[in-house]
């Protein structure tokens, strides 16, 4: 049972569960159940229209791009430059000031998680790589390589509208490979304290978002987010990273927030938020929170198909969710052939005015 200590969450994701239960049992009677010595599987005898709409082929970007900002816990300068990467790659970010150092984002290379989200691989790490994630799997790119000069990507303005401006001058490019999907098959949960994470089976991605402050701007907020291009675009890619006030000179202290300000983040006073242009969303938190998930997510190397339900998340959180449901082959059934396909390229391009 979710617990929290407001009535009306619990009576939400109370009837969330219910809800998705009668999915589950719908989803089981439609399929193949079978046992097998070692545990029970669930074996697919067709694949919805639904997901087989949802195959793709694989996308990289199709010319050099680059930006530059500094680090919001280092406060340093840094450059990363984006470039075009072979099918299969995965996303790479390579330390130019470390030899060429490679750090792959995958689930195997996660760090650190405090306020940020680590990834280290032999010795060279990058931090604060969530937004810059976020903003790939948003637009569905699969390979690219991010040259990075410094140990932090840049905060920019806090959220993926950067970024996504950076793939838009990029352009997208399609490539001649299918990317398999992950569905899930089975419920699998993680939870830390009053802090929980599960994902059900479903037909189609879908994320679920609770937070819940004892802060009078935050307290409650919660948003359902049917993931898209159009969807991210539209509904989190400008939501902040936000933090506040009381908590700015503890931070600082343990070497962290050095580079934030108004300028990249969402500050929040005793009662009102302190930036001047206030809120881009009136739950502009929660949404955030989403970008983050979606960030951390993108580390499974593949989309996912299946309800995620985040009570009061981070990234910690997600990186434990992440980590154990790529352990846990049993919960998911891989969908779509990894096979080449012959093809034109095609280029895909975005207007800056829907940016």
């Known amino acids: 049972m979710w617990y929290c200590s407001n009535n009306s969450i619990v009576n939400v994701v109370f009837f969330t569960t219910i809800a998705l ?3 589950l049992i719908t989803y089981c009677l439609s399929n193949i159940i079978c046992l097998r010595t070692y545990g029970m599987c669930i074996a697919l005898e067709w694949v919805k229209k639904e997901i087989t709409a949802m195959i793709r082929l694989q996308r990289t970007i199709k010319n050099i791009v680059s930006c530059e900002g500094i680090g919001l816990h280092t406060g340093k300068p840094v450059q990363i430059v984006l470039k075009p990467a072979p099918v299969d790659t995965g996303v790479v970010f390579v330390r130019t000031d470390l030899d060429g150092a490679e750090i792959m984002a995958s689930t195997a290379n996660i760090a650190a998680t405090s306020y940020a989200t680590t990834l280290s691989h032999n010795g060279a790490f990058v931090k604060t790589v969530e937004h810059l994630l976020a903003a790939f799997s948003g637009l569905n790119i699969d390979n690219v390589i991010i040259d990075i000069d410094s140990e932090e990507v840049p905060i920019m303005d806090g959220s993926a509208r950067p970024f996504i401006r950076l793939i838009a001058d990029a352009c997208i490019q399609t490539q001649g490979k299918y990317q398999p999907l992950l569905k899930v098959i089975m419920p699998i949960f993680v939870r830390e304290g009053n802090k929980q994470i599960a994902i059900w089976p479903a037909e189609s991605p879908y994320i679920s978002y609770f937070i819940d402050f004892n802060h009078p701007m935050l307290k409650e907020q919660s948003l359902q987010y049917l993931p898209s291009e ?3 675009l ?3 890619v400008d939501a902040r990273t936000f933090g506040f006030l009381s908590d700015v000179q503890t931070l600082q202290a343990n070497g962290l927030a050095k580079g934030g300000s108004m300028n990249n983040a969402v ?7 302190l930036n001047k242009e206030g ?25 996912i198909i299946g309800h995620i339900v985040a009570h009061k998340s981070g990234h910690a959180l997600n990186a434990q969710m992440v980590s154990k449901l790529m352990n846990s082959p ?6 779509g052939s990894p096979k080449e396909v012959p093809h ?3 280029e895909m391009q975005y207007q800056h005015a829907a940016l």
Request: net charge negative.
């Open 230 to 232: 159009d969807a991210f």
């Open 344 to 346: 034109k390229q095609h």
């Open 279 to 303: 809120l881009r969303y009136k739950d502009e938190f929660v949404r955030h929170k989403i970008l983050d998930l979606i960030g951390d997510f993108s580390l499974i190397g593949m989309p």
């Open 330 to 335: 049993q919960h998911w059934v891989l969908v």
């Open 21 to 23: 239960l009668n999915k």
């Open 267 to 273: 500050v929040i006073g005793e009662d009102t938020v």
């Open 234 to 236: 539209s509904e989190v």
